[in-house]
Nanobody, 126 residues
Framework: QVQLVESGGGLVQAGGSLRLSCAAT????????MGWFRQAPGKEREFVSAISWSGINTAYADSVKGRFTISRDNAKNAVYPQMNSLKPEDTAVYYCAQGGGGVRYTSRASDEYRYWGQGTQVTVSS
């Protein structure tokens, strides 16, 4: 069974930075696309970023492009979104997700991601 555990969330002032981490166990990490989604109170879960199995290809939501950078370390079975220039509207619970077989880094639909972490809260104060 795959387990994904996020960490690194917290409270930060607008303009600040956070680096989240997601540690994966349970199946061959290096062969699957990894994604990040977020859900703010009263809103639907939305795509944030994704990275291909190799780490070469990445995709970002327009709202975070240029501010967030996703990377992965297959030797450590981990994926990291570096979040810079944070805004109050970035406040949400952030979820790590692992794609099912054949899911590419361009996949932005949450139902294409098979396994999910429990989420970590990010709060950006103005």
């Amino acid at each position: 069974q795959v387990q994904l555990v996020e960490s690194g969330g917290g409270l930060v002032q607008a303009g600040g930075s956070l680096r989240l981490s997601c540690a994966a166990t349970g199946r061959t990490f290096s062969t699957y696309t990894m994604g990040w989604f977020r859900q703010a109170p009263g809103k639907e879960r939305e795509f944030v970023s994704a990275i291909s199995w190799s780490g070469i290809n990445t995709a970002y939501a327009d709202s975070v492009k240029g501010r967030f950078t996703i990377s992965r370390d297959n030797a450590k079975n981990a994926v990291y979104p570096q979040m810079n220039s944070l805004k109050p509207e970035d406040t949400a619970v952030y979820y790590c997700a692992q794609g099912g077989g054949g899911v590419r880094y361009t996949s932005r639909a949450s139902d294409e991601y098979r396994y999910w972490g429990q989420g970590t809260q990010v709060t950006v104060s103005s």
